[in-house]
């Protein structure tokens, strides 16, 4: 038996700078794709995974996060105000219970490891989720789920993988694989953002992660990594051997959102998943192309 993962931590403390200046006052996560922020759809995916706890790493300039959790909504008593309070009221559903959400600082954006760091306390002794809003998955089970499944069956860590272009090696955590099965690869190795040459594989690790609360110790030595951050990656490497680790290749198609093209990827690929705008969609790819 595997102890249940409750709780996810969302870091939301990067800057956001390849999406400057739109990030000069709007939190990267705060960007719509289509008509819904980018981390209400890893919020919602990690709610039908069955997260009951909801931890944001935030960030200088990250209010409006805040807010867009919040039950209640600030608005005048003009007929038009109220008329927008009713029509938020009707898609607010998905709104976690109070209570289910808490806020940590990261005080100085360190890297992803430091960001994790900051949530020690709020997540404790227990097994947890770690999922990054740049990366949005379209899949028939969520994303997040499809891990909890492998973490059911193989405890330890867990993290999501894909194949990249052997090009692309030096932009992502890679694995180095001890054994495949074509689905769920046991992981012998990490190294992050290595050049082609020396990358031991091609799977690389995309932002969902299933994570023993052992990292902490790990993260607890703040040590630098690749580009001077403190690095996830590095502390999951060194728990490699005191635990069970696996890569899933998961099922569905992953947007890189902190990408320009991945967000526009993004943008046409959830509109064409929606009744009320496929057609017309469509339409307008057809007549562009
Ligand atoms: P990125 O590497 O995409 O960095 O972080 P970024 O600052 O968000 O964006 P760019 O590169 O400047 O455009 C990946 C994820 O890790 C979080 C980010 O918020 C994002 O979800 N992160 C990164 C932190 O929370 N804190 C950090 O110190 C670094």
Redesign the pocket.
């Known amino acids: 038996m595997v102890e249940p993962v409750r709780k996810a931590v969302f ?9 400057l200046p739109a990030t000069k006052a709007v939190a ?2 705060m960007l719509p794709v289509i008509d819904k922020p980018l981390i209400q759809y890893t919020v919602e995916e990690a709610q039908a995974s069955g997260i009951e706890q909801f931890i944001f ?1 935030t ?1 200088r300039g990250k209010s409006s996060i805040e807010k867009h959790f919040d039950h209640a909504v600030e608005l005048g008593t003009s007929p038009a105000e109220q008329a927008k309070a009713r029509a938020l009221k009707a898609v607010s559903d998905w709104l976690p219970e109070p209570g289910r959400v808490s806020y940590t600082i ?1 005080p100085e ?4 490891g ?2 994790v760091w900051c949530a020690r306390e709020l997540v404790g002794d227990e097994p947890f989720a770690v999922v ?3 990366d949005l998955v379209l899949s028939p089970i969520p994303c997040l789920k499809q891990l909890l499944d492998v973490y059911q069956e193989k405890g330890g860590n867990v993290v999501a993988v894909e194949d990249v272009p052997k090009d692309q090696t030096h932009r992502y955590g890679i694995l180095d694989v001890a054994g495949d099965d074509g689905r769920v690869a046991e992981i012998k190795g990490l190294v992050e953002k290595p050049k082609p040459e020396e990358a031991p594989s091609t799977l690389s690790i995309i ?1 969902r992660y299933i994570l023993q609360p052992q990292v902490f110790r790990y993260l607890d030595r703040h040590q630098r990594g690749a580009g001077g ?1 403190i690095q996830l990656t590095d502390a999951m490497a060194s728990m490699i051997g005191d635990f069970p680790f696996h890569g899933l290749r998961f099922e569905g198609r992953r947007f890189d959102c ?1 990408s320009k093209i991945g967000f526009l990827e993004a943008s046409v690929a959830y509109a064409l998943e929606r009744d009320d705008l496929r057609d017309d969609v469509l339409r307008f790819l057809r007549s562009m192309v």
């Not at 870091?11 to 999406?19: E, H, M, W």
């Open positions: 870091p939301v403390g990067g800057l956001g700078t390849r999406f990267k996560e790493v960030g990261q954006p360190l890297g992803l430091h960001a990054l809003t740049d932002g951050e902190g």
